[in-house]
T-cell receptor, first 111, second 116 residues
Framework: KQEVTQIPAALSVPEGENLVLNCSFTDSAIYNLQWFRQDPGKGLTSLLLIQSSQREQTSGRLNASLDKSSGRSTLYIAASQPGDSATYLCAVNTGGFKTIFGAGTRLFVKA | NAGVTQTPKFQVLKTGQSMTLQCAQDMNHNSMYWYRQDPGMGLRLIYYSASEGTTDKGEVPNGYNVSRLNKREFSLRLESAAPSQTSVYFC???????????????FGSGTQLSVL
């Protein structure tokens, strides 16, 4: 059974710091991996989607990498800002319509 | 440019009461989903609809029913609410055509449900 783990559960950093969020999954047979952002009381917003054949995707200050063989993905946030404060979730698609989510990392960027 | 719209945003029920959560998307997406989010856990799939006219069980379907009313709308019904169904419910959609995989999920803003 595919399991997705995100460590740490919470992270606090000073503004301007570069940071890395981690996501690990137990079964390397995935079709894609998505990173989402969730603000309090809001829905999820897709940030980046990496296909299983890709190694990374970039959008602005965000860069997501994927290493299927080791079951890991990282989300790199450059020059963090207070507006980046949110919960970040990763999710893997294992085929069909099943997407497995991690519990998320709650990020707080201090001004 | 509404995307995925869910109603209501908040609801309090007594044990045994019934209710329907409504979801509509305006992106002409084929597939729609209902998830629940509980503290400390990832989102879990309740039901999904691959296309208009079809519905299938997800990971945690017990106690729920769904209806894909048309291409735009996908509702979730709790027939007899239980305290274990206290959660935040999210509706999502994706384009999904044929065997195309790897498309983004688009989420509504959620319904916070409390069952007393």
């Amino acid at each position: 059974k595919q399991e997705v783990t995100q460590i740490p559960a919470a992270l606090s950093v000073p503004e301007g710091e570069n940071l890395v969020l981690n996501c690990s999954f137990t079964d390397s047979a995935i079709y894609n991996l998505q990173w989402f952002r969730q603000d309090p009381g809001k829905g999820l917003t897709s940030l980046l989607l990496i296909q299983s054949s890709q190694r990374e995707q970039t959008s602005g200050r965000l860069n997501a990498s994927l290493d299927k063989s080791s079951g890991r993905s990282t989300l790199y946030i450059a020059a963090s800002q207070p507006g980046d404060s949110a919960t970040y979730l990763c999710a893997v698609n294992t085929g069909g319509f099943k997407t497995i989510f991690g519990a998320g990392t709650r990020l707080f960027v201090k001004a | 440019n509404a995307g995925v719209t869910q109603t209501p945003k908040f609801q309090v029920l007594k044990t045994g009461q019934s209710m329907t959560l409504q979801c509509a998307q305006d992106m002409n997406h084929n597939s729609m989903y209902w998830y629940r989010q509980d503290p400390g856990m990832g989102l879990r799939l309740i039901y999904y609809s691959a296309s208009e006219g079809t519905t299938d069980k997800g990971e945690v379907p017990n106690g729920y029913n769904v209806s894909r009313l048309n291409k735009r709308e996908f509702s979730l019904r709790l027939e007899s609410a239980a305290p274990s169904q206290t959660s935040v419910y999210f509706c999502a959609s994706s384009k999904r055509t044929g065997e195309v995989l790897g498309e983004k999920l688009f989420f509504g803003s959620g319904t916070q449900l409390s069952v007393l």
